[in-house]
């Protein structure tokens, strides 16, 4: 298929340097792109390959000067990632996932719903009371537990499981291995042994919400652990019982989240980071990667480090501490000049 990129700018609202009659059959990465592809950059470092990718055409910020560069195609856009995504979706459009209606070893069990046209794989079972919303996929392996509720045009990848009461509203995407509603972490000590506290609470997952590949998200002691809409959740995330995660969240792999921690709205997490538990973290806060979050944090704060800082003064004491051997020396020369200037003044007393 070959697309002209005046269709292009159409759909992503550019503005054209060059010929836009150019016509375009693939996509591809700057460094590796050939002639007919089309490409974008949306980090400035990536610029120096401007003059030499092969590309027919780039999609660049309107912040990038292109004038001096010659026998290219240049589509100037505001958010050049967001505009690329849907150049995508332009010369790769959605795929079935599996075959369409019901494989012939789902088991679905009594009193169960499910809506119009539903697509299950090879092996799903979904538990008794349930209730699966119109047009969602669920891949082969997926099982669902009694009483669990997921709503409309979700995919679900194979081998995810989704607890028993747990709600998973619509348009919401869970990749492979992962696991809605473990139960929490919760044990109370007793003359010397740990017994089980029961978790009967549930997971509430709001709209438009992505969750990785083997992350963990338990259900709450008493009441919900909530996802909110619209947030992105990485691969390989545990998020305890009774933990609330706000809206527009973006959340890096390998991070942990303690029991109760309250995160607002549009927060970023780094990869690796660590919070203890019945903390809040402020809307639109930056938390850096493998930092370690031990205390509150402030609407709009960027913290770094163990335990996490203000990222400007985590920055100055990585500095301090990365001359602090000279520092030592420094200091162990002063004491022995010192000692010794004590021993002289000694001497001629």
């Known amino acids: ?10 759909k992503i609202d550019a503005q ?9 059959e693939d996509i591809s990465p700057i460094q590796h792109s050939k002639e007919g592809h089309i490409t974008f950059i949306s980090n ?8 030499t990718t092969k590309a027919s055409a780039v999609i660049v910020g309107i912040d990038i000067n292109v004038d001096a560069i010659k026998g290219k195609t240049f589509l100037q856009v505001k958010n050049p990632y967001f505009a690329f995504s849907k150049v995508v979706k332009l010369f790769h459009p959605d795929k079935l996932l599996i075959e369409e209606g019901i494989h012939s070893t789902a088991v679905i069990g009594e009193k169960t719903n499910l809506g119009q046209d539903v697509s299950l794989g090879a092996h799903v079972v979904i538990g008794r009371e349930c209730t699966i919303g119109d047009r969602t996929v669920l891949m082969p392996g997926v099982i669902v537990g009694d009483g669990a509720k997921v709503g409309a045009d979700c995919k679900i990848y194979s081998n995810v499981s989704i607890r028993e009461n747990v ?19 919760g044990f109370a000590f007793e003359e010397g042994k ?3 506290i029961p978790q009967i609470g549930t997971v509430v997952i709001e709209d438009d919400v992505e969750i990785g590949a ?3 998200i338990d259900r709450a002691a008493l009441g919900q652990t909530v996802i909110a809409r619209g947030t992105k959740i990485d691969n390989l995330i545990q998020i305890a019982h009774n933990c609330k995660i706000g809206e527009d969240c973006v959340i ?3 991070a942990g989240i303690s029991g109760s921690t309250i995160v607002g709205n549009r927060v970023q997490i780094g990869g690796q980071a660590g919070f203890v538990g019945h903390i809040t973290i402020g809307d639109g806060a930056i938390i850096a990667a493998q930092s370690g979050v031990t205390k509150p944090i402030n609407s ?5 480090g163990t335990p996490a800082n203000d990222y400007k003064k985590a920055f100055r004491i990585q500095a301090a501490l990365r001359r602090l051997p000279e520092l030592i020396k420094d200091v162990m020369n002063i004491k022995k000049r010192l000692a010794k200037l004590e021993k002289n003044r000694g001497t001629n007393v």
Do not use: C, P, W
Not at 44 to 51: C, E, I, Q, T, V
């Open 1 to 10: 298929m070959k697309i002209k990129v005046s269709e292009i700018v159409d």
């Open 16 to 24: 054209v340097i060059g010929d836009d009659s150019v016509e375009i």
């Open 44 to 51: 400035k470092k990536y610029s120096k390959y401007l003059s």
């Open 167 to 185: 709600i998973i509203k619509n348009r919401v995407i869970i990749h492979n291995g992962t696991v809605i509603g473990s139960d929490g972490f």
């Open 194 to 196: 740990y017994y089980k």
């Open 214 to 216: 083997n992350t963990s």
């Open 252 to 254: 890096a792999s390998q």
């Open 300 to 304: 709009g704060q960027y913290v770094y």
